[in-house]
């Protein structure tokens, strides 16, 4: 199936830095949904969109649905050490499936 | 809060053994969901389910079947494990009615290793 170009692959970064990835697709979707999983576990939904343009916040994280609608964003202000982790988007079209990225490593340099 | 727990984080088989993966929801879910996750490959999506006794296949159902009697459970059945199988096992389920999903919620994961 189609996955989600998701990028940087990886990222390493020194506390209190400010991260940004984005997630791409070729098509539209109507809703996206940013995830975080860490090692040995089942993601975690950290924020949700549903219109183009919305910018939602959770805390230190900013996400962003494209105007396009096929694309999104994800920010983290002031990295801290337990932002350690992958982190994926997802698009649905509005019907029963998700459309997952591939994924964003972040590593914290301590 | 949401809870979706799974019956084991870890399991070991041997080839040919029929294993049963379990998925309990305490949220009244309608839309639960399998995956396998990989590295590189991402989560695929094996089967999933609208409702009660409802099932439809995924992008990767060939080895596997699923079982959903009950509103909050959904078990995933490998008929014969194969090596090909060992992976991470992700169950997810949502609140919303049949026909839209979003804000899947994951369970632990069951990593199977097939020996």
């Known amino acids: 199936g189609q996955q989600l170009n998701q990028s940087p692959q990886s990222m390493f970064i020194q506390e209190g830095e400010d991260v940004s990835m984005n997630c791409t697709s070729s098509?539209?979707?109507?809703?996206w949904l940013w995830y975080k999983q860490e090692p040995g576990e089942g993601p975690v939904l950290l924020i949700a969109l549903y219109k183009a343009g919305e910018l939602t916040s959770n805390g230190r994280l900013t996400a962003q649905f494209g105007i396009t609608r096929k694309d999104s964003f994800l920010n983290i202000s002031a990295s801290i050490p337990s932002d350690v982790g992958i982190y994926f988007c997802a698009g649905s079209r509005g019907n029963e499936k998700l459309t997952f990225g591939t994924g964003t490593r972040l590593t914290i340099i301590p | 809060d949401v809870k979706v727990t799974q019956s084991s984080r870890y399991l070991v088989k041997r080839t040919g053994e029929k294993v049963f993966l379990e998925c309990v929801q305490d949220?009244?879910?309608?839309?639960m969901f399998w995956y396998r996750q990989d590295p590189g490959l991402g989560l695929r999506l094996i089967y999933f389910s609208y409702d009660v006794k409802m099932k439809e296949k995924g992008d990767i159902p060939e080895g596997y079947s699923v079982s959903r009697e009950k509103k909050e459970r959904f078990s995933l059945i490998l008929e014969s494990a194969s090596t090909n199988q060992t992976s991470m096992y992700l169950c997810?389920?949502?609140?919303?009615?049949?026909?839209?999903?979003?804000?899947?919620?994951f369970g632990p994961g069951t990593r199977l290793t097939v020996t």
């Open positions: 098509s539209i979707f109507n809703t």
């Open positions: 949220m009244d879910h309608e839309n």
């Open positions: 997810a389920s949502t609140r919303t009615p049949m026909g839209f999903s979003y804000e899947q919620y």
